[in-house]
């Protein structure tokens, strides 16, 4: 059984284990110890009178159960395995000192081994047994045992079992560390991956409020000055007698009105493609959908009837929270239900998303921005909905499912402008 192979003691994490080199040179050294105090003590037992057939049987026993222990199964083999095979070469020792006390030397190799392969108290216990059978095998020999065969072994008993600690110490350390990087490494993906959906949902944000200002500027000037050109042009034919000018007037007001049709569909391709219908519930529908056809999720849309239109903005901002909070619910809730309901709060528009999935902690989640890659979500959308001058309230607990509301302020709702109010729909007077 060798040192590197052996399964840790309980209450050990998993261990790092050293370099191949070390390993091998950790092995064979073990094995030489073993091989070099086996070849002493029976060539001293020889020495001192025993049979050599007996010495060298001990020997052969000890080097026998020592070298079984490496053809143990490693990956398969148990901790109980392991103490069971320790106990066995202990037994093992003692019939051998039972033979001649010179195989006391051997006692270095199990107290190596003990510090090793057993928990703390027990290897103590074991490695206090190991001495008392060095200290008492002299007297059971020779009737007498001296000073050095006392404080000997038990200081060298001290430094192999402290050194067979801290390597067991280094181990786990060592595994500590490949923990700690392995968990770097994660952390560092998760977030080059976060960094990457920050980077897209700037740029998609960004290409959003840049084509919502540029329809709202084509409504605001070009398309308001084809429609007052095509009123004064169809006014100014009804008033006119000269066929030639009255012709004129109303190929001025065919090709205005063909020019602002052109202009109104430019306008509406330049809102977002989820809004292109104007129906922020209609576009909360169809994302619902298609949680349900994908995840199974049973969903609920429900929105208040006095509901006013909502400037694209507003309309863009809660649908993008919508469809973040959804992706949060699919992918980390565990929800079977979904209920959605947009809500005319006077001057604001709320949007409540109730789901009934595994929750979480929310104070813990305000304090602390290592949840999980839903936190960053949420946060994303909080911070979107206070740029447009609103905001996001959580309640959640761990087992209780997770309600969300987002608001925003209906500013400006009734101009043209900012309601959503396609061009062409208000005449100029």
Do not use: C
């Not at 059971?140 to 050095?148: F, R």
């Not at 200002?213 to 004064?232: F, G, K, P, V, Y």
């Not at 298609?290 to 903005?313: K, M, Q, S, W, Y």
């Amino acid at each position: 059984m060798s040192l590197v192979d052996a399964p840790l003691p309980r209450g050990h994490a998993p261990s790092g284990r050293p370099s191949e080199p070390t390993v091998r040179a950790m092995e064979v050294g073990q094995h030489l110890i073993a091989l070099a105090l086996t070849i002493i003590g029976a060539i001293r037992a020889v020495g001192d009178g025993v049979p050599a057939a007996a010495a060298i049987t001990a020997g052969l026993a000890i080097l026998a159960w020592h070298t079984a222990g490496t053809f143990l199964p490693r990956k398969t083999l148990s901790p109980n395995a392991v103490v069971w095979w320790l106990v066995g070469f202990a037994a093992v020792w003692i019939a051998a000192v039972a033979v001649s006390p010179e195989f006391v030397w051997l006692a270095f190799l199990l107290w190596l081994l003990a510090g090793h392969l057993l928990p703390l108290r027990w290897g103590v216990a074991f490695s206090v047994f190991v001495f008392a059978v060095v200290a008492i095998a002299p007297i059971l020999h020779h009737g007498t045992t001296s000073y050095a065969n006392l404080f000997g072994p038990l200081i060298g008993g001290i430094f192999a079992f402290g050194i067979s600690r801290g390597y067991l110490q280094l181990l786990h350390e060592a595994a500590e560390r490949e923990r700690l990087v392995t968990s770097l490494k994660l952390a560092q993906a998760e977030m080059s991956e976060l960094q990457d959906e920050l980077a897209v949902a700037q740029r998609e944000a960004g290409a959003i409020a840049e084509r919502t200002r540029i329809s709202r500027d084509i409504h605001d000037t070009i398309a308001q000055a084809l429609s007052s050109i095509r009123l004064i042009a169809h006014a100014a034919n009804s008033r006119t007698e000269d066929p030639a000018a009255a012709l004129s007037l109303r190929q001025v007001e065919s090709l205005a009105s063909d020019s602002l049709a052109d202009v109104r569909r430019i306008v509406a391709e330049l809102l977002p493609a989820e809004l292109e219908d104007g129906a922020l519930a209609a576009a909360l529908e169809r994302i619902l959908d298609r949680a349900r056809d994908e995840a199974g999720i049973a969903v609920e849309l429900h929105v208040d009837e006095t509901l006013p239109l909502l400037p694209t903005e507003v309309e863009v901002g809660l649908l993008r929270s919508a469809q973040s909070a959804l992706a949060n619910v699919r992918l980390h809730a565990a929800a079977t239900r979904v209920v959605v309901s947009l809500i005319d709060a006077g001057d604001t528009v709320r949007m409540d998303i109730i789901d009934d999935g595994r929750g979480f902690d929310v104070a813990e989640w305000d304090q602390s921005s290592t949840i999980g890659a839903s936190s960053y979500g949420l946060r994303f959308m909080r911070n979107r909905l206070r740029e447009l001058g609103g905001g996001l309230d959580v309640e959640s607990g761990p087992g209780e499912g997770t309600a969300l509301s987002a608001y925003l302020p209906i500013r400006a709702a009734d101009t043209g402008a900012a309601s959503g109010t396609h061009p062409g729909d208000e005449e100029p007077a």
